[in-house]
């Protein structure tokens, strides 16, 4: 299967920073997403990008497919922000694997 | 758009008995769902996959007649726990998807407390 490595494992930062998670894969994919699990396990759809850049507010996200990673920006960050963030691949047999995911701390 | 409910959010179940979870899209319709269990602080792991009106398909190491699939209709599919025993006390989560190439929807889980 597809390896996923998420990057860094823990994050804490000071409420108003920025922070750039990263993701890389070890083989072509068909489809990337993020997802932000906050502290009650609900899983929230942020990007899904299996190629280009794309922004939702604070959040951006950058996948480089033919250099085989994912980045996601998280700018001026809130409380709110904290959680894991997840990176998820599928491979071309209807197949996701996941990072082991970046675990954020914003503190006020 | 693109909602997946999951039923229950916690249950709480004596050792022996059965549990059944489900997981609905709301506003699509899902030819595939995938079911994953979570351990604290850990990833998801993929448990199963399942598409509409076929058999699952179940990862290597995970016990068919133990975690029961089905996917009977294009916005249901349930798994049912049987013979619960406290090791299989965990975070259950479902997604869905529309299509392939389509992205994936989560519910909200179902925390499963085995006593």
């Known amino acids: 299967g597809i390896q996923v490595e998420q990057s860094p494992p823990d994050l804490i930062l000071q409420e108003g920073a920025n922070s750039t998670l990263r993701c890389n894969f070890s083989?072509?994919?068909?489809?990337l997403q993020w997802f932000h699990q906050n502290p009650w396990g609900q899983l929230i759809n942020l990007f899904y990008?299996?190629?280009g850049t794309k922004q939702n507010g604070r959040l951006s996200a950058t996948t480089v497919a033919t250099e085989r990673y994912s980045l996601l920006y998280i700018s001026s960050s809130q409380t709110t922000d904290s959680g894991v963030y997840f990176c998820?691949?599928?491979?071309?047999?209807?197949?996701?694997?996941f990072g082991s995911g970046t675990k954020l701390n914003v503190k006020p | 758009g693109a909602v997946v409910s999951q039923h229950p959010s916690r249950v709480i179940c004596k050792s022996g008995t059965s549990v059944k979870i489900e997981c609905r899209s709301l506003?699509?319709?899902?030819?595939?769902m995938f079911w994953y269990r979570q351990f604290p602080k850990q990833s998801l792991m993929l448990m199963a996959t399942?598409?509409?009106?076929?058999?699952?398909?179940?990862e290597q190491g995970v016990e068919k007649d133990k975690f029961l699939i089905n996917h009977a209709s294009l916005t249901l599919s349930t798994l049912t726990v049987t013979s619960a025993h406290p090791e299989d006390s965990s975070f259950y989560i479902c997604?869905?998807?529309?299509?392939?190439?389509?992205?994936?929807?989560f519910g909200n889980g179902t925390r499963l407390t085995v006593t």
């Open positions: 997604s869905a998807r529309h299509g392939f190439g389509s992205p994936l929807h």
């Open positions: 083989d072509s994919v068909n489809n």
């Open positions: 990008i299996p190629s």
């Open positions: 998820a691949v599928e491979d071309n047999f209807n197949k996701f694997y």
């Open positions: 506003d699509f319709q899902a030819t595939t």
């Open positions: 399942s598409n509409e009106g076929s058999k699952a398909t179940y």
